[in-house]
DNA sequence: CATGAATGAGAGTTCATTCAT
DNA sequence: GATGAATGAACTCTCATTCAT
């Protein structure tokens, strides 16, 4: 694949980001992808064979910034902590290409398919890095935590839950900032 | 609708259900459906007029049994907490006949479309019921807990975050049960 | 077939003559008339077999004022086809009920089907009235006019065009008074 | 759309003309027009959305041979006039490919649902270019008519009278000829 | 007679996918 | 590589018609 090739791989992928965006997963066909890049019918195929691999590709390409927190942390790891969290929420309550609701759509549709999704690698490694910093935080004294793994995937399993709440009954602002009140309180620490 | 078309419609709710448990939402037709209840192509449309309408009826008929845990408590309210969240493990990681993945799929699609989901209107009665209960804990002395609201909501949130991550990427027995067990720390309990 | 059977008929064929009038003959469904009559699905099948059967009793019922006109005239032969003609327009330019549209769909599709049409009667049977009318006119010298059989058809054939034009394209009451100018002045006389 | 996909277009539109003009209107599918197009279900999709779009189309691919009449004419009126009128007469009574219960139907349909009809503006402006000419002919003291504009509606009329005769009734050859000396009468001339 | 649930044929419509150019 | 016309499978939905009650 040539330089042009890869460009306008990537040039499709951005658009139909766009696309899933707006419509979710399972509801985006081939045709939508195709008009949305003013593309030929034929040439979308030549990149991807559905709709599955497009948005695999826009997974790919999506870069995780929270788990990129977690991940360079330099700082005090309370800090890292609350910056990961607050990171999370941008993400999570953005208005705008927000693709939360086709992730979980196209998770659920790997599940019903029995095949493996690209999302629960990435959950896992973030899962991992979350309780890498705890464990570190309560090492230097930081913080305070029985259990590191366990916290680290309670925490996980509330910001899903934030998420899937977010998408699909709305959360307010004020609610999801109580709720990393909680998730702080779990480690010790507090925002005030 | 005589009583003969009544007993029909459930019927086809029921064995709809099973379909919807293992195709998910989206992905089931009309004409699986007919397949599934072996009757005849128009004669689905006599009783609902597309997907959305049965699967809303799957929906009202599938009893929340943790819901009625929470409203018809007579005992002490820490014991009463715990029963409700077993129950509402045995919903989330049954094997058979879990309508979760579905009713994510509905909930989102609704999002989409920017429709009204029956779904929100069930969450949002299953957190006041689980904050009164807390409430009334804390004036019993039996809990501890400064904010009943938030705590109500933060459990009811990580309670999505297990159903979302046991349908999307699987969470074990144990994961479940630290999970309630940190839920239970956050009104001063322990099943310890 | 009972009294009351016939009554019911008669009810049906009523409710049914709105239909057509709103919605003409193709249009209309067996299923249309069962619900314009709120009578059950299998009901109407014990009374007619098809919607032509039904639009025929239509037809049948309706009664032909103008022919009437022509048919019981006593007066002076230039009074009655005046009032004959003012009869066609008030017939044509009917707002309510005017089931015009329907007659010529239900004639054009007889013709397509290669069946006979009621109308075709109708329409030869008023011609014949008509040029009784002029024959006898011009004998008692109101009238002037070389071959009242062609006079006749011309007249029938202009009364139609104006049928037509009024129902595809609108025709004023002016316009419409314009031709009826015409028509007289075919036979010699004038409203003025 | 290409060169090829014009003339495909074109092909459609000449075998869709035949249907029509064998079932009329209404009664015509998008099957019916794929099967005798003999392409594919989908294939007719993509030229046109529904039967109304297709006989749009065959209209006005259709040539209107006898306002062209009107429109070229340079002899002397009085000869125009009657080459239209027989011009007229040959579309009227053309047993193979006539079109004209179909556009009535069409023109009725369009009616029914209260959008605009292609034929509207095809009537008036054959009105308009017959009362130019007639009024032509007064000028030029070849005709006689106190109101062009009133006879040429009236001819117009006529001409619809006999065409919805002829289509619904039947009209012989004798009696359209004797119609066309009505109208010729009607500016003073005559073909004896 | 009357009902209305049930059937099944058939029309409409959309897309994934292919393939000649 | 790229195009876009063409195909055909799959679904939706509506009714005419029947028939047990």
Redesign the pocket.
Known sequence: ??N??IQ?KQYIVEQAAKVFAQRGYKA?????I?EACD?????????F???TEVFEAVLALKENTALAVLKTADGEPGEVLLSYLNEKKKEITKKKDNLEVAAFEYAFAMKTEKKDSLLKKQYQEETKALEKLIADGVKKKWMVCDNPQATAKNMMCTLEGLKVTAVSYSVSSDAFDQAIEYMLGSVGLTTK
Chains 1, 2, 3, 4 share one sequence.
């Open positions: 694949m040539g042009k090739s306008k985006v066909t081939m045709k939508d195709v593309i030929s019918r034929g040439g979308l195929y030549l990149y064979k559905d709709t």
